[in-house]
Structure formats: structure tokens, C-alpha cells
């Protein structure tokens, strides 16, 4: 595998390889895709033939904050879906450096303000997301907690990216094994994604927040990836403030492995562990 370069990449042109290659992705058997607005923002509705009734996974796409949408995360995020049993949204909230902090929190607080509108129940929502929408996951409930507003039933976060400082001890330990990302890539996506001295913002780095108040929550990371830290510091964080939390390393893998769903057994175990740890909350 190549390291994603992103420092000498044209970001438009990033977008553009990201959505030839999602064009190219399969989404799961017995999955029916619908498109659809909320909030203004375009989204598609994932929706398996057995799914629980009235249950909804909200999945925040990744790309560090910069690139990714159905596209690309279509295929992914319809198998956690039928493995899950669920029916998911998959939004496309706004990019940067078009559109800085805060607005893609802003934007998945509109789509989860307007799904209760619709008579959707906080407690029957999960909240999931990978790399940057790991970190937009958390930093939109960190949000609702703060604004006094009911919680998700839970966060499921593959590779979160929530540190945008890079101060994690992986950063140093895990970079000659990380086969996707260097530390100046990070440093690039953090430049893009807010002005420098917003970075240590607990809504901009959530492994810096009081997470207290928030839902149980199950990680899956690489034990290869530079970003291993950031789901050891969440983690902790919960422990210590006596929330429930699963933390699931995977050895050997790399930056959400599970987007090789098709191609690698490791993907197929831990999308099918997502599947039960979601219904498992309901």
C-alpha cells in the first residue's frame, strides 16, 4: 500500500480520484439506497430488507474533514448496515477548507435536530463514524451535551481521527508502520480544517474534552496506525469517567481497514463485530 500524500495533492483533484474510486464500489446485497435532503444537505438513505423497526445508525463519512461522501463511503457503511440491522444516513456535510470549523458540527446537529423533528427518538439513534467523522461523531455530541439536548444511544467509531494537535504518542511510536498517513499529512488536514489556534478546541480535538455526559461508545482501530492513540486516550477518558466503552485493536491493520470489506477477512470479522455490538444497544 502507498501513503496518502495529501501535502502534495491539489485538494480537487483529491476529491476527484476519491470519487472515480467510489464509483468503482459495490454496495451490499439486499440493501436498498435511497437519496434524499436534510438540512439542506444531500444524504442517502441505506436500508437492509430485515432492519430493526424505528432504529436509525447516523454514519458520518471520513477523508479528514477535506474529502469523502456516499461515493466513496456507500459500500462500507451498507454492509455495517445490513450487518447491523439497521437503517443508516449517510450526509454529506460541508468540507473544508471551503467550509471551516464549525460547520460540518453544525451541519450533523441540524441532521440529528431534524431526524427528532421527524419523530425519531434520541435513544433508538447510534451515532457512527471513521477518521475525521469518528472525530465529528464525538465533537457533534459534545455539542448536543453542552446545548442540554438529548444524546444518541451510543458512538461507534472506526480509526477515530480526534486529535488534531497530533499529540498522541502513536504519532512517534506507530510512524514507520502506518502505510497510509504521516505526520505532516495530519498537519496539512489540521491547517485546512480550522485556523491554528482552534486546534486544541475540545470540538475541534475531542481526546482533549470532558466526555462526561456522553453515550457508551465501541472503537475499532489498527494496531499499525499512527492514530492508534487517539482511540487509547478516548478510551481512557471514558474509563475514568465510568462510561462504557469497548476498544477493539486490531493487529496489523492499518487506517479503517474495514473499507477493504470484500477484499480481506479482517474487514468482513470487524464489521460483523460492529453489526452485533449495534444491535446489542437496542
Known sequence: MRRVDVASR????????????????????????????????????????????????????GGGYIVGGCDMYRQMVSHIARAGRIRTLLPEYRLSPEHKYPAAIDDVVAVYRSLLDMGMRAEDIIFAGDSAGGGLAVATMLALRDANEPMPAAAVLLSPFLDVTGSGDSMRTRRDQDPWFRAEDLVIIADNYCEPHQCSFPMVSPVLANVEGLPPMFI???????????????????????????????????????????????????????????????
Open 10 to 61: 491539489d485538494i480537487n483533484k483529491f476529491r476527484r480520484l476519491w470519487e472515480r474510486i467510489g464509483a468503482l464500489l459495490i454496495p451490499a446485497f439486499g440493501v436498498r439506497i435511497e437519496t434524499d435532503e436534510i438540512s439542506g444537505l444531500h444524504a442517502e438513505w441505506l436500508t437492509p430488507k430485515d432492519c430493526m423497526d424505528d432504529k436509525l445508525l447516523l454514519y458520518l463519512h
Open 220 to 282: 475499532q482501530v489498527g494496531d499499525h496506525e499512527i492514530l492508534l492513540s487517539d482511540s487509547e486516550r478516548i478510551a481512557d477518558a471514558y474509563v475514568a469517567a465510568g462510561i462504557n466503552v469497548e476498544l477493539e485493536v486490531w493487529p496489523e491493520m492499518w487506517h479503517v481497514f474495514q473499507m477493504f470489506i470484500g477484499k480481506m477477512p479482517e474487514a468482513r470479522r470487524a464489521i460483523d463485530k460492529m453489526g452485533l455490538y449495534i444491535q446489542s444497544r437496542f
